[in-house]
């Protein structure tokens, strides 16, 4: 079975720009969690979907938003590009959104804001 | 809210060395533990995890993780190093009361392993 899967791999925007990033869950998985994870730190959680409805955000301000489709894919969308938005973005999915659900990572988009 | 402390940032050892990296969480309720491990050009694997039952947990490639709820803490373990487990290691917590699944991770444990 394929794992979870983002697109695109690497992505190269300017300040102020806007950016949309995506990803697919194993199937039959129907929670999807976004991680921000900046060179040398942990992943840092910035939302979670479950059945299309926002489960939980993190502490990221109102540029960041996400939302989930009928098929359990996911969008995450990053306004007003900053600098220190420059980091790995983590897409995670599980087949149960409460706390027992084991999520599985994908391999990230890499964003690069100059 | 919960918080996860990894104290060591960087360990260097030799093939056939034990490991231990510590892991502590900060976080009044219940916890489920999860170590995941990040190979170099790979992406986030889960090792092994912790949600209830025997404290001392089992994973893959023969890492183990105790549990020790009056410590806070939940460090990995393996009796004998190999090359192959060059890679940085996360320890992360979620609160077993949220309705959500939301991970906290600690900064991370880069493991250099000299053959």
């Known amino acids: 079975d394929a794992g979870v899967t983002q697109s695109p791999t690497h992505l190269i925007k300017t300040r102020g720009q806007h950016v949309t990033l995506r990803c697919s869950p194993i199937?039959?998985?129907?929670?999807v969690s976004w991680y921000q994870q900046v060179l040398g730190q942990g992943p840092q959680f910035i939302f979670q979907?479950?059945?299309?409805?926002?489960?939980g955000r993190g502490n990221f301000p109102d540029r960041f938003s996400a939302r989930q489709f009928p098929n359990y894919s996911s969008e995450l969308n990053v306004n007003a590009l900053l600098l220190g938005d420059s980091a790995l973005y983590l897409c995670?999915?599980?087949?149960?959104?409460?706390?027992?659900?084991?999520?599985?990572f994908g391999p990230g988009t890499r964003l690069t804001v100059l | 809210a919960q918080s996860v402390s990894q104290h060591n940032h960087h360990v260097i050892l030799s093939e056939a060395a034990s490991l231990e990296l510590g892991c502590n969480y900060s976080?009044?309720?219940?916890?489920?533990l999860f170590w995941y491990v990040q190979y170099p050009g790979q992406h986030l694997q889960l090792l092994l995890k912790?949600?209830?039952?025997?404290?001392l947990v089992k994973g893959i490639k023969g890492f183990e993780a105790e549990f020790i709820k009056s410590k806070f803490s939940f460090n990995l373990r393996k009796p004998s190093v190999q090359w192959s487990d060059t890679a940085e290691y996360f320890c992360?917590?979620?609160?077993?009361?949220?309705?959500?699944?939301?991970?906290?991770f600690g900064g991370g444990t880069r493991l250099m392993v000299k053959p």
């Open positions: 199937s039959g998985h129907k929670s």
């Open positions: 976080y009044g309720g219940t916890v489920n």
């Open positions: 992360a917590v979620n609160a077993a009361d949220n309705a959500g699944n939301m991970l906290t």
């Open positions: 912790y949600f209830s039952g025997d404290p």
């Open positions: 979907y479950y059945e299309k409805e926002e489960r």
């Open positions: 995670a999915s599980s087949h149960s959104g409460t706390s027992g659900g084991t999520q599985y």
